[in-house]
């Protein structure tokens, strides 16, 4: 267990004996606490020494606990803020979490509330600093250029890859849509001796087959009604370089045999001219469709096949390489982080265990999707399960519905509702906050809708904030 | 280490069972001699009116104020208390001082079939843990340590009466208490 000894906590708040009573209770479970009286001070402190946690209040004269969150986060990108508010101004706390509040604490407030948001708070930097030790160990090995993997069978791709990419053989890559077959074309450019040169992709799938003769062989001026200058194409564009022919499973029957003649004779002319064009380049297809299968169901030209299946490299699905997914996602987390402008540490652990169950057939694109709509959801630095946006697995307790389950017709939407909630609380282990975010609603909501139906854990005070009797 | 004071200072009468009880636990705790008294009155301006609550912190000074001038003092209350920052407080003690409260207003909370038995056993261990923080020592993560922060009455209920090793060490350590100021 994480001792509290390491973790700075700056109690922010214009009343006094907010402060005191705060910083004596947090004092006691051992936190390094500070205390505030404005956002001026705060921010002193915050550029003098760094703080795991800001706990500020929402509401002070001059700076509120918003301004404050924004200038602190620039200080110190990584602290986790809470803001304290009256019921009177829920609303702008919700607005603080948007902004990257970790949570917020409406006063007075429950203390077992308290407790147990500095403990996620404090076990989440935890797994933050695990994170980044392991992020730097495996940064290292496994990479050919913007490819990450670290499963044998890839590993094997990558080797094959790079041997392929030194001769000027052509390359055909073979794969599920999503799986890398564009980056791993790329990946071979940048390797290969014609690294200087151009790059082209041409994706056979989105053009009719006129349109596309016309972009890879070019034409002459007027040698079709459009045709209004000379237009060179991609074949040529790629000269000294390498042509990226995507889906080219998809080419029609006429441009086959002008790709086979291209493949063979490695000369071509334009559309409507004359000129005979030599080039020097190499060729990388990709498709999804089992090629194959097609040459056999007279689909695609067996010949053809056989020049572009010269060095023939597969892909392997994502769910048959599971081990990748950890891997993955730190490669795409740290480029989130750049982009959202703000640190996407890691996921939770059970945010992990559905990425490594979930089947991917949108491979490692849905991957990415996946974590990329996690990051913008997430309140923290670390995404939870809720924020993936996964479908739910089956349910965890038995008495518990299946969230997503249609229900009988027979019931009241106040029976649907409650059944939901207790669903997704079930399902989250009754972590409430989480269940909020599940269901759509702020915090304060869901603990009402639960006193209305009457829903606690077993053994669990009823949240409560007035005094009993 | 000084010896310990129990007062009662609840509105209605507690079973002199359960204070000899608190008594005998706290003595086998701290090894200190441990006596119940009779207070001089029952605190006085404790109460807030808009919560409906007793003011630990007000409940403190009280306590230091008409408290013996020597050893530790432990008022118990079934008065619901509070700090002004959550919604209510098990009990409260100067870090590293004199005096220290506990409440058994919310420890009946829950009882099932544990009955009267279960709520000495929490009384005995909020009474042991708030005197601990009047001996210096904070919260402790040793699981079951008395010392561990109970923020409601599960809490209480998943921890012993006793306090770990590192704990009773701490107890003995000079100079490691840290002293809250007043
Ligand atoms: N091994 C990998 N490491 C890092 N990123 C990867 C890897 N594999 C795929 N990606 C990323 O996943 C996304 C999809 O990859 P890509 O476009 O190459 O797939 P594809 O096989 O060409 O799919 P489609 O058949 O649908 O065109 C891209 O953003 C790519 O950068
Ligand atoms: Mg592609
Ligand atoms: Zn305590
Ligand atoms: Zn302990």
Redesign the interface.
């Known amino acids: 267990m994480p001792s509290n000894e390491r973790v700075r906590i700056l109690v922010v708040d214009d009343e006094e004996i907010v402060r005191e009573s705060l910083a004596g209770w947090l004092d006691k479970d051992g936190y390094l606490v500070e205390q505030a009286a404005d956002g001026r001070s705060a921010l002193a402190r915050l550029g003098a020494q760094p703080f795991s946690i800001l706990i500020s209040d929402l509401k002070m004269p001059e700076m509120d606990g918003l301004a404050l969150q924004a200038e602190a986060r620039k200080l110190q990108p990584s602290l986790a803020v809470v803001i304290m508010t009256a019921y009177a101004t829920v609303d702008t706390a919700v607005t603080a979490m948007k902004q990257g509040a970790f949570d917020y604490l409406v006063k007075p407030f429950d203390p077992e509330e308290l407790s147990m948001m500095m403990q996620k708070i404090v076990a989440q930097q935890e797994l933050v600093r695990e994170n980044a030790v392991l992020r730097k160990a495996l940064r290292k090995e496994h990479q050919l250029q913007d490819l990450a993997s670290k499963a044998p069978a890839m590993q094997a791709v990558f080797e094959l890859a790079r041997t392929a990419a030194r001769s000027s053989s052509t390359i055909l890559i073979l794969g599920e849509s999503g799986a890398g077959k564009e980056v791993l074309a790329r990946a071979i450019h940048a390797e290969s001796p014609r690294a200087a040169g151009p790059f082209v992709e041409v994706s056979c799938a989105a053009l009719t087959e006129s349109l596309l003769e016309s972009e890879l062989f070019g034409h002459e001026k007027g040698s079709f009604t459009g045709a209004m200058a000379r237009h060179k194409g991609k074949f040529e564009a790629a000269h000294q370089g390498t042509l990226f022919l995507d889906e080219v499973g998809d080419v029609g029957p006429k441009l086959q045999l002008d790709l086979l003649r291209v493949l063979e004779e490695r000369r071509f002319h334009r559309i409507g001219g004359n000129e005979i064009v030599e080039v020097d380049v190499r060729i990388v297809a990709a498709t999804n469709r089992d090629l194959q299968k097609a040459v056999a169901s007279g689909a695609f030209r067996e010949d053809l096949f056989y020049r572009l299946n010269v060095i023939p490299i597969r892909l392997p699905p994502l769910r048959d390489r599971r081990e990748d997914i950890p891997l993955l996602m730190e490669h795409f987390l740290e480029r989130l982080s750049a982009e959202l402008g703000r640190p996407v540490d890691g996921v939770t652990p059970e945010a992990m265990n559905a990425l490594v169950a979930h089947p991917w057939p949108g491979n490692v694109r849905e991957l990415r999707n996946v974590l990329e709509r996690g990051a913008v959801v997430a309140r923290g630095p670390v995404i939870e399960l809720a924020d993936l946006g996964l479908e739910l697995p089956g349910p965890t307790r038995g008495d518990a519905p299946r969230p997503g389950v249609a229900t009988a017709p027979d019931q009241s939407l106040d029976e649907v509702e409650r059944r939901h909630i207790i669903a997704v609380l079930a399902h989250t282990g009754f972590n409430v906050s989480q269940s909020a975010r599940v269901l759509g609603v702020d915090r304060v909501t869901l603990y009402s809708k639960m006193r209305r139906y009457g829903l606690k854990r077993d053994g669990d005070d009823e949240p409560t904030t007035a005094p009993p009797r | 280490m000084e010896p310990i004071t129990i007062w009662w200072i609840g509105e209605r009468a507690m079973a002199p069972a359960v204070m000899e009880r608190v008594q005998q636990e706290l003595a086998q705790a701290y090894g200190v001699a441990v006596r119940c008294a009779e207070p001089p009155g029952r605190p006085s301006g404790t109460w807030d009116p808009k919560?409906?609550?007793h003011l630990t912190?007000r409940m403190l000074s009280w306590l230091l104020q008409v408290g013996p001038p020597g050893g530790k003092l432990l008022g118990l209350t079934d008065q619901?208390l509070?700090?002004?920052?959550?919604?209510?407080?098990f009990g409260e003690a100067q870090?590293g001082g004199r005096v220290a409260v506990a409440s058994a207003?919310?420890l009946r909370?829950?009882l099932g079939p544990g009955g009267e038995g279960l709520f000495m056993e929490r009384l005995v261990k909020e009474s042991v843990h708030e005197l601990g923080?009047a001996y210096g020592l904070?919260?402790c993560?040793v699981p079951r340590c008395v010392m561990t922060?109970a923020?409601?009455?599960?809490?209480v209920d998943e921890k012993s009466r006793h306090l770990c090793p590192r704990c009773r060490h701490r107890l003995t350590e000079p100079g490691r208490s840290?002293h809250?100021v007043e």
């Open positions: 919560r409906r609550q912190s619901d509070f700090i002004p920052i959550l919604t209510y407080v870090l207003a919310r909370e829950d923080h904070l919260h993560q922060r923020a409601g009455v599960r809490d840290r809250a």
